[in-house]
Nanobody
């Protein structure tokens, strides 16, 4: 079970921090992903954090977004800085357990002046 929060309306150049609270599995043992999706487009990868904390980012967000995790509280974060209008999307957290993808319901981020 994955629950995202923290989305909202922000001006270009602003910042937001998203959270994903996980339950039902041993959070600390699994890598976790952030994806995003806009209407009419496929869901796209944003960031990945390994169980040990190593990270990967999509080129479009590298240098602006930071993914982190708090294993004690079963929570993953996405700190988003220098937001652009093209970052507007529904953001989802994801985990793959035994070859099955699990998704939260998403949180909407709107970047607009």
């Amino acid at each position: 079970h994955l629950v995202e929060s923290g989305g909202g309306l922000v001006q270009p150049g602003g910042s937001l921090r998203l959270s994903c609270v996980a339950s039902g599995f041993i959070f600390s043992r699994y890598g976790m992903n952030w994806y995003r999706q806009t209407p009419g487009k496929e869901r796209e990868f944003v960031a990945y954090i390994r169980s040990g904390g190593g990270t990967n980012y999509a080129d479009s967000v590298k240098g602006r977004f930071i993914v982190s995790r708090d294993n004690a509280n079963n929570t993953m974060y996405l700190e988003m800085n220098s937001l652009k209008t093209e970052d507007t999307a529904v953001y989802y957290c994801n985990v793959n357990l035994d070859s099955t993808d699990y998704w939260g319901e998403g949180t909407l981020v709107t970047v607009s002046s």
